[in-house]
Nanobody
Framework: RVQLAESGGGSVQAGGSLTLSCAAS????????MAWFRQLPGKEREGVAT????????YYPDSVKGRFTVSTDNAKNTLYLQMNSLKPEDTAIYYC????????????????????????WGQGTQVTVSS
């Protein structure tokens, strides 16, 4: 059974930093598409970072580019999201996600941010940024 367990959320002031972790079990993160999404109440879940772990190629939307960094530690089977220069609008529940197959998920060297392409999800961790 695949399980993704996020940790590292919390409250921080604007301009601060947080690092989220996502430990995978029952699933090897090697050569996979993995991603971080976030969701505000009443809004669609949006992708904030993807990584193709086979080549460590990444994608970020403009809203977080230059502030967020996604990475993996294959030895620990763990996905990370380093978030710097946090803004109040980054407040959301953050979810890690993993694809069951590269087919339909990996385009060129980048993984999609389409949430329906990710089969496995963590329970989410709250990030709150105060002004």
């Amino acid at each position: 059974r695949v399980q993704l367990a996020e940790s590292g959320g919390g409250s921080v002031q604007a301009g601060g930093s947080l690092t989220l972790s996502c430990a995978a079990s029952g699933y090897s993160i090697s050569t996979r598409c993995m991603a971080w999404f976030r969701q505000l109440p009443g809004k669609e879940r949006e992708g904030v970072a993807t990584i193709y772990t086979g080549r460590r190629t990444t994608y970020y939307p403009d809203s977080v580019k230059g502030r967020f960094t996604v990475s993996t530690d294959n030895a620990k089977n763990t996905l990370y999201l380093q978030m710097n220069s946090l803004k109040p609008e980054d407040t959301a529940i953050y979810y890690c996600a993993a694809a069951s197959s590269l087919r339909g998920t990996l385009g060129g060297t980048s993984c999609t941010v389409a949430k329906d392409r990710y089969a496995y999800w963590g329970q989410g961790t709250q990030v709150t940024v105060s002004s």
